[in-house]
């Protein structure tokens, strides 16, 4: 389908197009237009990839100076290979209307989901570190010199050089002529006999679209590799965006526990026995460390004044400018104060209280008791790898720990502001069990997020449950040019949601803290699911505030017999925290789901299922939400994130409350819904959600169907509703039935916009 | 124009109208004892709304004939004139009607409740079916406990299928059947793929379930079943009380048939007529050999050489012959039977009687749908005689341009199947003609 969006000609590789993805082009449109940042939300199942896609490409195609890259982030590999196999469709598109597109697309995965060197994956089947660290020692550039200079020794000999790997190697000698191809690169490597990872990330720097996960731009440590190459006129997409906060305060933050530390202790002394190793054979090498440190790390600087390397929130311009002071230029003296570091931290993980300070407290401390300055913690972590390529050591997890160490001394001696450091005596479950942890927590998403921010002309944030919108740029801290949230056209009244208040026996359920162990409560929700299990054909998700929550309540079911009962109608299947555990039963699940048997899945609001799984069609018709998904609101972390909130960005903490448990809580319902052909009930099993705050912050597309009639209902009314709502569900639908209403054809489209434009007019 | 004064046919639906009813205890004893407030809230106001004048009873007419059109156009569309019809029909039907009897059929949301609407449906369906297909063949199973049962053999006699209905639904006749235990369709399909699979190829094989529960409880696995039943052609169709079932509906799409969920009885009852015409679809076409046999009853051509006194034995039921009763003798065979159609238990010989082909003529040359005009001047009907008033919605044969009224329109195309006016003109000019 040609399309005319606003003046750009759009090909769109349906012969259908939904309204508001047509909506969608021409408010994302007018973004790149003004070259700013935009905040859109368009429910699931709608088609959000493609839209960017058929918009993003056209715009590259004809207007290559206003827009040079197109940089597409998602979270989960899956979500990442539909994106790529609709680009492939839109290009396949592009060749039969007989138009040359000259871009080139490419999908940047992990090592873990690349690598095809059979040695390699043996060891560390589906382990993503120790692949990388596998791969490290197989293609550093180090180990590469050394398999060089044994073969050239050596002769013919191959087999006593150290191993390398044959695909990097094949890469390195052919690879970069080749065009990469979008699909399948993988059996594209092992035909050609290369690295597929490698090959990915070299083709980067050509390739006009880029897919890769969110890490790679937000992640100090990863973009600094990866991503410094994009130019400033690119478009970045964050898709399936609503958690983005927490995914930048998490790629800043640093975790320590008493065995890391130990962990850190260990590759501290393999260091020192290398650095004394070296000194006796090749003193020299170090002596030539030293004078580039002195000379500082000035060339980074200059790149960065070029404006090709995207800035590193790790290292701030300010470090650049400096050279590494003098006490950790030696090699020696590095360690010996990395090694002060390490017993410091050891003696603040010896407490019994909780200990909360801000950055500048813990610099204070840490001049005082052990003489260290602030400036140079703030070199540790370019100082540890520049170390590192010295000394030529691969990286091995004794070594990670030592890295978190030293990111946390930069990160520490860095900011002064948006963090904390808190030390845990012991876990709040287990209030008697020493178990010390210390955390560095970033409390200002905006840290991570503002370099790009910063750098690229426009940044899309989009997701199906970005509501409310405002609450976006105020946390990641930028002024979006366009903000608007879609809702769907459906020619049925597909989704269902309903409030259900109360039991049978009117008492209110609510998973409130002070009611949460009220038998009668749990007796309530234990009918419910019941009741629904009774009328629900197929699959049931259920989700719940927490894991704790499940627990107690299944116990309390289980001595009530529900389970029992339940079991008649439908298998239960439980998530636990137990990934491997969780997919098994997932698995099973699907499978109940498919031939009849029915399931219910009781899952964890926040969990791995309520971001990752769809339960389209029959996996899903029906979800509960068991309660008010609040986040555990006793942890100090958060309190802390809380209190920064409302210092620095005016955000009440019950605002920031509501709003995070309401995206989840949308995000849980809007599993069951995938597509406009799709149905399924939604319930909401809390007398809270229906006061206004929690209500409207539910997206447009959910609250627009949410009518009163349906915001107190008792559980049999909600089961008649939903008996009802499923047999009227269950009649024929065809796509007759949505043309014109929830599906267009371009004449209709033609009309619609011609309608609009009169509108426009007359008004 | 003439006017054959035959009595309206009933204007209510189907249902309820054979003269059979449950007794309220039976239905306070199948629905599985629910109080009254439990049960759905029945919007039946929702439906109606005041004409111009604030009046009801107009916007009940209205219903009636919306209803009667909606019905009328369903027909209409499978005959010629009226839509598209396949020339090849599956004629020599066979089918297994199954019925759901787990626990969830004493729900109440059909009156009384669902199994006693449901076994009521069945039993005008087993009067249509043999209605429309004389030389077709019918069977009923049900499941409960995770079982199947059978409750009728595969055989063309309705009576037994009636009264084998009859006594499920009635109370106290020691084969009640009462909604119980859960439902397994894999016991249930395996048990119609054992009696249909080895049914020839030109046998045009069907199943029909009807389903209330909402899972199944299956000793293997139902795919392997589905696609055992795609592969030998067995056409399988589901009406759902409760909701869309992935399984079911797999198994609706897999083997050709289709997947319905009624909203109400009537729509229950609609959806069960729409199985009673045969499927367009053809079986392999083959030259059928068929038999007609002779009567060989008291005073009948008896077997040449046999006495009076001789004891005469059904080979269908292996039952005495009563020494008046009339008896159908293979003409190939000699065999006895007592009813057709049958298939010959000694020789295989299909048995039919000509009645029976004669009337399976209404669908390869039924009578073609009439054409909906509005009339510009008033007249009347040509069946009942009523007045058609000027600017109302008539029917119009095609052929003799006579008008009818929906009602005698329904009647002519789902009962007589010929136009009374056509059939006169045709006598007429034989008449001349000799």
């Known amino acids: ?763 | 124009m003439a006017n054959y004064g035959f009595a309206k046919p009933s204007a209510r639906p189907t249902a309820g109208t054979s003269g059979y009813r449950l007794q309220d205890e039976d239905a306070a004893a199948l629905s599985g004892g629910g109080f009254r407030w439990e049960s759905q809230f029945e919007r039946s106001w929702e439906a109606l709304a005041e004409d111009e004048e604030g009046r009801l009873a107009g916007a009940v007419g209205r219903l009636e004939q919306a209803r009667k059109r909606r019905h009328r156009l369903a027909a209409a569309a499978l005959l010629p004139g009226g839509g598209g019809r396949a020339s090849k029909l599956g004629m020599m039907r066979h089918l297994l009607l199954c019925l759901d009897c787990s626990e969830t059929m004493g729900l109440a949301d059909l009156k009384p409740c669902r199994l006693a609407a449901c076994l009521s449906a069945m039993r005008n369906f087993v009067s249509g079916f043999f209605d429309q297909n004389p030389i077709g063949q019918l069977g009923v199973l049900l499941t409960r406990r995770k079982l199947a049962e059978r409750v009728t053999e595969l055989t063309g006699n309705p009576r037994r299928h009636l009264d084998a209905l009859k006594d499920l639904a009635q109370a106290g006749s020691g084969k009640t059947a009462r909604p119980e235990g859960e439902a397994s369709f894999q016991n249930l399909l395996e048990m119609a793929y054992d009696t249909l699979g080895p049914l020839p190829g030109h046998a045009c094989k069907e199943v029909l379930v009807l389903v209330s529960a909402l899972s199944t409880c299956d000793p293997g696995d139902i795919g392997a079943t589905i696609s055992k039943l795609a592969k030998a052609r067995i056409r399988c169709s589901v009406i759902s009380l409760s909701a869309d079932i992935r399984v079911l509906r797999k198994l609706a799409q897999a083997t050709g048939g289709t997947y319905s969920v009624p909203l109400d009885a009537v729509h229950l009852s609609d959806i069960m007529s729409s199985f009673l015409p045969p499927p367009a679809s053809a079986p392999d076409p083959a030259l059928i050999k068929m038999g007609f046999p002779y009567s060989a009853g008291q005073d009948g051509q008896e077997q040449p050489g046999s006495q009076q006194d001789v004891i005469r034995i059904c080979a269908c039921h292996g039952t005495v012959l009563s020494a008046g009763a009339t008896a159908h003798a293979c003409p190939q065979c000699a065999c006895l039977y007592c009813e057709l159609p049958v298939d010959c238990r000694i020789c295989g010989l299909s048995l039919a009687s000509a009645a029976h082909l004669a009337r399976s003529y209404q669908h390869l040359f039924p009578l073609k749908a009439f054409a909906e005009v509005t009339l510009a001047a008033s007249t009347g009907c040509c069946g009942c005689g009523d007045r058609l008033g000027a600017s109302t919605e008539a029917y119009q044969c095609s052929d003799c341009r006579s008008h009818y009224c929906i009602d005698c329109d329904r009647l002519l195309h789902d009962s007589l199947h010929s136009c009374p006016v056509c059939l006169q003109t045709l006598s007429v000019k034989t008449t001349i003609a000799t």
């Open chain 1, 1 to 763: 389908m040609k399309l005319n969006v606003d003046g750009l000609p759009v090909l769109f590789p349906y012969e259908y197009i939904y309204p508001e993805q047509y909506s969608y082009m021409v408010e994302f449109k007018r973004s790149i237009d003004a070259k700013g940042h935009c905040v859109l939300e368009m429910p699931s199942g709608t088609g959000k990839t493609i839209t960017i896609l058929s918009l993003t490409v056209a715009y590259l195609h004809h207007s290559p100076d206003h827009v040079s890259k197109l940089v597409y982030c998602s979270r989960t590999v899956p979500e990442l290979e539909k994106v790529v196999e609709e680009m492939k469709t839109l290009f396949d598109y592009y060749t039969k209307n007989g138009v040359t597109l000259n871009l080139t697309g490419m999908a940047l995965s992990s090592r873990k989901n690349l690598c095809i060197n059979a040695d390699v994956l043996e060891g560390n089947a589906g382990d993503g570190r120790s692949i990388d660290s596998a791969c490290h020692q197989l293609t550093a550039s180090f180990v590469r010199d050394r398999r060089r200079h044994a073969i050239g020794r050596a002769g013919a000999d191959v087999e006593s050089a150290p191993p390398g790997c044959q695909y990097y190697e094949e890469f390195d000698a052919h690879g970069r002529e080749n065009a990469a191809p979008i699909l399948h690169l993988k059996a594209y490597g092992r035909r050609k006999g290369l690295c597929p990872y490698f090959f990915a990330r070299y083709s980067m720097s050509t390739a006009n679209i880029i897919v890769y996960s969110y890490h790679y731009l937000l992640d100090p440590k990863i973009s600094e590799l990866v991503s410094k190459q994009l130019p400033k006129s690119s478009i970045v997409v964050f898709d399936e965006a609503h958690n983005i906060d927490n995914v930048c305060i998490e790629s800043m933050s640093v975790t320590l526990s008493r065995r890391s530390l130990d962990r850190a202790q260990l590759g501290l002394n393999s260091l020192q026995n290398r650095v004394r190793e070296i000194k006796q054979q090749d003193a020299a090498k170090l002596q030539e460390e030293y004078n580039r440190l002195v000379n500082n790390l000035r060339e980074a600087q200059s790149a960065r004044e070029t404006d090709l390397i995207l800035a590193n929130p790790v290292l701030p311009d300010q470090v650049l400018r400096e050279a590494v002071p003098g006490n950790i230029r030696t090699a020696e003296h590095f360690l010996a104060f990395l090694r002060r570091f390490l017993e410091y931290l050891k003696l603040r993980l010896r407490v019994v209280h909780v200990v909360s300070e801000s950055p500048a407290a813990f610099l204070r401390d840490c001049s005082e008791r052990v003489c260290l300055d602030r400036k140079p913690l703030r070199f540790c972590h370019e100082r540890l790898r520049s170390l590192l390529a010295t000394l030529e050591v691969a990286e091995s997890p004794e070594l990670g720990s030592l890295f978190r160490v030293a990111n946390l001394a930069t990160l520490l001696a860095t900011y002064l502001r948006g963090f904390c450091f808190l030390v845990e005596p012991f876990d709040d479950r287990a209030p008697t069990v020493i178990n010390p942890i210390m955390h560095l927590t970033c409390m200002d998403a905006s840290i991570a997020v503002r370099p790009v921010f910063a750098r690229f002309q426009t940044v899309l944030i989009t997701s199906g449950t970005l509501s409310p919108l405002e609450m976006y740029p105020r946390i990641l801290d930028f002024r979006p040019v366009n903000m608007v949230s879609f809702t769907v056209t459906l020619a049925r009244q597909c989704i269902c949601p309903m409030i259900v208040a109360k039991g049978n026996d009117q008492v209110t359920i609510t998973s409130r803290y002070e009611s949460r162990e009220d038998p009668a409560v749990m007796r309530n929700y234990g009918s419910l699911l019941l009741e629904m299990a009774r009328v629900v054909p197929d699959g049931l998700v259920c989700f719940f505030p927490s894991y704790l929550y499940l627990e107690t309540i299944f116990a309390a079911w289980y001595e009530q017999k529900i389970i029992d009962q339940v079991q008649k109608y439908k298998l239960v299947f439980i998530e636990t925290q137990d990934a491997q555990e969780t997919s098994i039963a997932l698995y099973n699940y699907q499978r109940a789901c498919e031939n009849g048997r029915g399931a219910i899945l009781l899952s964890v609001a926040r969990g791995k299922v309520s971001e990752g799984i769809d339960f389209d069609h029959h996996l899903g018709r029906c979800v509960i939400m068991f309660g008010v998904p609040y986040v555990y609101t006793q942890s100090r972390i958060l309190k802390t994130r809380l209190d920064y909130l409302r210092e620095h960005f005016h955000i009440r903490e019950n605002d920031f409350l509501t709003f995070d448990a309401m995206r989840h809580a949308a995000q849980c319902v809007g599993r069951a819904l995938r597509g406009k052909t799709d149905y399924g009930i939604m319930l909401f099993a809390d007398k809270r959600f229906a006061r206004a705050d929690k209500r409207t912050k539910l997206p447009r597309w959910i609250q627009e169907n949410l009518s009163e009639a349906v915001l107190n209902l008792s559980v049999d009314e909600a089961v008649q509703i939903s008996r009802r709502f499923l047999k009227q569900m269950a009649q024929p639908f065809t796509r007759q039935d949505q043309l014109g209403v929830s599906l267009l054809t371009l004449e209709q489209l033609r009309d619609i916009e011609m309608q609009r434009r009169y509108a426009n007019e007359a008004g």
